[in-house]
């Protein structure tokens, strides 16, 4: 059974004069424990709005349809009030700008201990121990639990926001862009945590990101999201070497590459816009092998190995 | 291509409300600013139109004392036979005028310092704040009934008065947000490029501090005329100004009260009530129009909605 799967996931935003924003247009998505999926896509293609949707942090503009399923169950079923028991000790999320996500009048390790507190797993003494605990896991010494954000750098913020995720032990890690606004080292060492960490723990860990060279170094699978629904999903391997969506090749393309002689090549023109509907394929207007049916029939969702799926109309693979 | 053309290609232009002026779609979806500003709208009126519209002058005696309202007089008349509805037209001007002029000294002495003091920091803050402390904690009333007794009864001292008790909350509100936006990357980069102390102040941190000033002003008006009743009831008002503290106070003085002519002091009493109560929705809402992070949606009870899946052929 699933970690974490997500079935036909729909999420509209109000918008005034009655009109609506149908930002992810029903997307699918498994993990199983211990697998990193790379969630990729160009700026506002639905992202952050699908894990936001996930966790049921989405602002009251919003409605959703489609499923959410924890260990086989549906916790979205009824809305905020399912969501709440599982929220962060069954599935729990690393902010984007988490290093900012520290209240700075309170020490880090009463933020960590919150949660703790909260879903009434420890308190007190334990709760110390057990924030010491962590802090050590994401290798901060336990004695700065008592320190303020202000006193951590950046990448400390974020090793401690990371902890405080893990606080109840969560089976499933939601992290979005967790690596954003850090230098190259500090980059890497937080990957290499999150890596270690669902290795040990097991756990399923959702990896929303713009860099794709990221997800080929720290992710055993990965989803191309366009416009509000997924291009492409498989395993990073499959996505690199065999793509099934131009899209997927295209931004393979467009990343510079440090062995490669070809030039990096960017994708003419811009997402449609989703708050009309689209008609066809939505990359069609920007895709070099758009032919017939593209412009007229939505793809259909099409597999050639198990688990290796894309919504598109091309045959023999991009 | 050129960028504003390519951003015309990638966002057309849509045909929809967004071109309404602000104004209108505010009063829309604000429909208690919409009732304040009506109300205002109309007290302005006859404020404007006073002496033209009363049927009678302020000191006109036209019927006996304390005459009950009838036909004539649908008001009655007070203690010197003068017609209250005359009175409460004439008076309309002075209170609004009143509320108005204070409320601006109040802005005005309190938007300067609380700028000067929130964007210079340091010892001048210090200073300024103390000072402020010390005005705040002065008790309002105490304050105005010695300076009123000191300074003499006139409309000057009053508008005065209520600048000298309004300008430290207007003060301390303009401060705290001077010092949050003097921290911005914007004004840094400004200051790198040389940009003069008055020019960061006026282009940089005064658009972005005006709503506030705005929203508070409206909400100022509102407690400047209830000073002004408040001062006039005391018996420290302008004896030559019928404003509605005056006409409540002078009803009051009449013994109106034991003669059970209750029109005497109702009808003003209302006239001040339904003005501050306009005023204040319409502050109020001006505040949440214009300072929209004040309803940050994770704060709300409400959640997301959930609804069924669409229908898949129509999806597609």
């Known amino acids: ?318 | 291509m050129s960028p504003q053309e390519l951003a015309e290609a990638i966002i057309p232009a849509t045909a929809d409300t967004r071109r309404r002026p602000p104004v209108w779609r505010f009063l829309k979806g604000h429909p208690q600013a919409a009732i304040g500003a009506a109300i205002l709208i109309v007290f302005a009126l006859i404020a404007i139109l006073g002496p033209w519209i009363a049927p009678y002058g302020p000191r006109e005696q036209v019927g006996p004392i304390f005459g009950t309202p009838s036909n004539p007089h649908p008001l009655g008349l007070d203690d010197a036979g003068i017609d209250i509805l005359s009175l409460l037209i004439h008076g309309a001007r002075i209170t609004l005028i009143v509320g108005f002029t204070g409320a601006l000294v109040a802005v005005l002495v309190g938007g300067t310092i609380g700028i000067i003091s929130g964007y210079f920091g340091g010892r001048l803050d210090n200073l300024l704040m103390r000072v402020t402390d010390y005005f705040l904690v002065l008790p309002d009333l105490v304050l105005l009934i010695v300076v009123a007794s000191i300074w003499g009864r006139s409309l000057r001292n009053i508008i005065i008065i209520i600048g000298l008790v309004y300008w430290t909350f207007m003060a301390r509100l303009i401060r705290s947000q001077v010092k949050v936006v003097r921290e911005r990357a914007y004004v840094k980069r400004a200051q790198a490029l040389g940009a003069s102390h008055l020019r960061i102040i006026l282009r940089h941190v005064l658009p972005q501090v005006l709503p506030l000033i705005l929203a508070q002003t409206v909400l100022m008006v509102a407690l400047a005329i209830f000073l002004e009743t408040a001062i006039s009831f005391l018996g420290l008002g302008d004896p030559n100004a019928p404003s509605w503290g005056r006409m409540i106070e002078n009803g009051f003085d009449r013994s109106a009260i034991s003669y059970g002519a209750w029109w005497a002091i109702v009808p003003p009493g209302l006239a001040v009530a339904i003005v501050i109560m306009a005023f204040n929705m319409l502050g109020t809402a001006a505040e949440d129009a214009l300072n929209p992070r004040l309803k940050v949606s994770h704060l709300l009870r409400r959640h997301f909605r959930m609804r069924p899946l669409p229908d898949k052929d129509a999806a597609r």
């Open chain 1, 1 to 318: 059974m699933s970690a974490l799967a997500v079935e036909d996931l729909h999420v509209w935003f109000d918008l005034p004069g009655g009109r609506e924003l149908h930002a992810v247009q029903g997307i699918d998505l498994a993990l199983e424990p211990g697998e990193r999926l790379g969630l990729v896509g160009e700026s506002g293609c639905g992202k952050t709005t699908a894990i936001l949707a996930m966790m049921g942090l989405l602002p009251p503009s919003a409605s959703v349809a489609g499923r959410v399923l924890l260990a086989g169950g549906d916790i979205l079923a009824g809305g905020d009030r399912t969501m709440r028991p599982h929220r962060w000790t069954d599935i729990a999320m690393v902010f984007q700008g988490a290093m900012n996500a520290f209240d700075p009048v309170r020490t880090v390790g009463d933020q960590i201990a919150e949660p703790l507190e909260r879903a009434g797993l420890a308190a007190g003494r334990a709760a110390r121990t057990r924030t010491a605990e962590l802090l050590e896991l994401v290798g901060i010494s336990g004695e700065r639990q008592d320190r303020y954000p202000h006193e951590f750098s950046g990448g400390m913020r974020q090793r401690a926001a990371i902890a405080m995720a893990l606080a109840c032990e969560p089976k499933v890690l939601l992290a979005d862009e967790p690596t954003t606004a850090l230098d190259v080292m500090v980059q890497a060492q937080i990957l290499e945590l999150l890596v270690r960490l669902t290795d040990e723990l097991g756990l399923a860990m959702v990896l929303v990101t713009h860099d794709l060279p990221l997800v080929s170094q720290a992710c055993t699978h990965a989803a191309v999201m366009y416009a509000g629904r997924i291009a492409e999903t498989g395993t990073t391997r499959e996505l690199h070497h065999a793509p099934l969506h131009p899209y997927t090749r295209m931004l393979f393309e467009a990343t510079p590459d440090l062995r490669g002689t070809d030039a990096v090549r960017s994708i003419p023109g811009a997402p449609p816009r989703l708050d009309e509907p689209t008609v066809g394929c939505p990359f069609q207007p920007r895709c070099d092998r758009a032919f017939g049916p593209c412009a007229t029939t939505r793809p259909p969702r099409r597999t050639t190995e198990p688990g290796h799926l894309t919504h598109c109309h091309l045959e023999g693979g991009a």
